[in-house]
């Protein structure tokens, strides 16, 4: 069973940056994509990126390419999300997610998931 502890949220001032991390454990994942999204009150649940975790590849939703940064370190079988020059609209509690095959930009596609991490950006 595949379980996912999200950390490293927090209060952050607009322009400021945090570091998500997201410890996997429970199996290999070899075969499997990771990913992060994001959910604001009232809003659904939003891609932001994804990465293969035997390649490396990586997708990002548009509006976070270049401000965000996915990555893993499969010795520690960790998953992180770098995010630079936050905005108060970045304001959202942040999951990671695992599914086994390709990276999809729909959250129902991840059979796997964190509890959440609350990010706030304050402006």
């Known amino acids: 069973q595949v379980q996912l502890v999200e950390s490293g949220g927090g209060l952050v001032q607009a322009g400021g940056s945090l570091r998500l991390s997201c410890a996997a454990s429970?199996?290999?994942?070899?075969?499997?994509?990771m990913g992060w999204f994001r959910q604001a009150p009232g809003r659904d649940r939003d891609f932001v990126a994804g990465?293969?975790?035997?390649?490396?590849?990586?997708y990002y939703d548009d509006s976070m390419k270049g401000r965000f940064t996915i990555s893993r370190d499969n010795a520690k079988n960790k998953l992180y999300l770098r995010m630079n020059s936050l905005k108060p609209e970045d304001t959202a509690v942040y999951y990671c997610?695992?599914?086994?095959?390709?990276?999809?930009?729909?959250?129902?596609?991840?059979?796997?998931w964190g509890q959440g991490t609350q990010v706030t950006v304050s402006s």
């Open positions: 990465i293969s975790w035997e390649d490396g590849s990586t």
């Open positions: 997610a695992a599914r086994d095959g390709a990276i999809m930009v729909l959250p129902e596609m991840y059979a796997s």
């Open positions: 429970g199996r290999t994942f070899d075969d499997y994509a």
